[in-house]
């Protein structure tokens, strides 16, 4: 029995991460791993294999960047050459990236059953490029494994029942078992800020980096955030974002932040717990905050991680830069988190058991 398992994007390799090694422990089938090449920078794709001893990929289909049609297209293509060749039982993708669409359409066409991880997650507007691939990724699984009940409520409001599991958040098992590598204060210390005294920062959606008016709005809004409460804004800077602030001369809108290179899980991770606050356009970000007991401004107009707004805890954002200054305030107030929203951390037990049942109905 084989299963491929296709990554190709940053927060798909800290997930696949653990999951391959469930699969490869449990000996329940031979996990084929395939890396889409969607990312490719040392920083944005090979850290993380560092990070997590993950084997080399079997398929390397470096498809790089380029438009949402040329991208998706590539994969598209070399994924079902690599499905023909290999001929697995199932095929699993990871979330919502173009990675995760193509991979998806690849393997429906040649009728191999997908198992889809992070399944049911809706949010507006419809058509961000995320949402559009969430939705139809769902629509050609076979098992979607859900990380609360509000994502199995979402897809039965879409009219899909079958095949969907409600198994927690494969981040939580991640940040779980990798906690006690986390070293919070010589994070901290190697970027020059104080235990409990700055804020972490990350920047990467569309529709926020992409026009000159939100990252304008936004990098202002995180410099004043800075200035009024006296501490670093410390932001991560994706290759796309720093590209689009050299192009709209945004490097002086930046005045007084800390600039980043993007960083590694751990890092990131240490950086999170020593951290006041985190204000992040990224879906993982924002929960893994919570895992961290920070709160979090989400700089989005709606996010799929709603059980974490609806309590209060995290706080939805628009690109206003007094906005991002008094969201980024608030969060600074104490809140309880609320408890177990995504599970316990046994995630990857729980998808290889889904995964086993629907290799044993092929066979
Ligand atoms: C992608 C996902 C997004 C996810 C994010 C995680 C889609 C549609 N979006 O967004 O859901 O949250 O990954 O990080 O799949 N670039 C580099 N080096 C790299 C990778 C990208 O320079 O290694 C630059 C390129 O200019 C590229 C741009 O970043 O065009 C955007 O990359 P892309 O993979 O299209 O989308 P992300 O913004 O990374």
């Given at each position: 029995m084989k299963i491929v398992s296709l990554v190709g994007a940053r927060p798909q390799f800290v997930k696949e991460a653990l999951v391959g090694q469930a699969a490869r422990e449990s000996g329940?089938?031979?996990?084929?791993?395939?890396?889409?090449?969607?990312?490719?920078?040392?920083?944005?794709?090979?850290?993380?294999?560092?990070?997590?001893?993950?084997?080399?990929?079997?398929?390397?289909?470096?498809?790089?960047?380029?438009?949402?049609?040329?991208?998706?297209?590539?994969?598209?293509?070399?994924?079902?050459?690599?499905?023909?060749?290999?001929?697995?039982?199932?095929?699993?993708?990871?979330?919502?990236?173009?990675?995760?669409?193509?991979?998806?359409?690849?393997?429906?066409?040649?009728?191999?059953?997908?198992?889809?991880?992070?399944?049911?997650?809706?949010?507006?507007?419809?058509?961000?490029?995320?949402?559009?691939?969430?939705?139809?990724?769902?629509?050609?699984?076979?098992?979607?494994?859900?990380?609360?009940?509000?994502?199995?409520?979402?897809?039965?409001?879409?009219?899909?029942?079958?095949?969907?599991?409600?198994?927690?958040?494969?981040?939580?098992?991640?940040?779980?078992?990798?906690?006690?590598?986390?070293?919070?204060?010589?994070?901290?210390?190697?970027?020059?800020?104080?235990?409990?005294?700055?804020?972490?920062?990350?920047?990467?959606?569309?529709?926020?980096?992409?026009?000159?008016?939100?990252?304008?709005?936004?990098?202002?809004?995180?410099?004043?955030?800075?200035?009024?409460?006296?501490?670093?804004?410390?932001?991560?800077l994706h290759p796309r974002t720093r590209q689009r602030m050299e192009r709209f001369d945004l490097i002086r809108a930046a005045d007084g932040l800390v600039l980043l290179p993007p960083v590694g899980y751990i890092e990131l991770m240490s950086l999170v717990c020593a951290s006041a606050a985190v204000l992040t356009d990224s879906g993982g970000l924002q929960k893994e905050a919570y895992y961290a007991g920070r709160r979090a401004v989400v700089l989005m107009p709606d996010t799929g991680w709603r059980e974490l707004i609806e309590c209060g805890f995290n706080l939805l954002c628009p690109p206003e830069a007094d906005r991002v200054v008094a969201a980024g305030q608030a969060v600074l107030a104490p809140v309880a988190p609320p408890p177990a929203v995504y599970g316990c951390g046994e995630t990857a037990a729980a998808i290889v058991t889904v995964a086993q049942e629907l290799l044993s109905s092929c066979s």
């Open positions: 329940a089938w031979d996990h084929v791993l395939v890396h889409s090449g969607q990312h490719y920078d040392p920083d944005m794709s090979d850290v993380f294999f560092k990070e997590f001893g993950m084997p080399r990929p079997q398929h390397h289909l470096g498809v790089g960047s380029g438009s949402h049609g040329a991208m998706t297209a590539a994969v598209l293509a070399a994924m079902e050459e690599v499905l023909l060749a290999e001929r697995p039982q199932a095929l699993m993708v990871y979330g919502d990236t173009n990675t995760t669409l193509a991979g998806a359409l690849a393997a429906a066409k040649l009728r191999i059953p997908i198992i889809h991880i992070e399944a049911g997650i809706r949010q507006k507007p419809r058509d961000m490029p995320e949402e559009i691939n969430r939705v139809l990724t769902d629509h050609l699984a076979s098992r979607l494994l859900c990380c609360s009940s509000l994502g199995a409520r979402n897809l039965a409001a879409e009219n899909i029942r079958q095949g969907v599991h409600v198994a927690g958040d494969i981040m939580l098992d991640v940040f779980l078992r990798l906690r006690p590598r986390f070293a919070p204060a010589a994070a901290s210390a190697a970027r020059g800020v104080v235990p409990g005294g700055y804020f972490v920062a990350t920047l990467h959606r569309d529709f926020n980096v992409d026009r000159p008016e939100p990252l304008s709005a936004i990098l202002t809004g995180l410099s004043r955030l800075s200035a009024s409460t006296g501490m670093p804004v410390l932001l991560c």
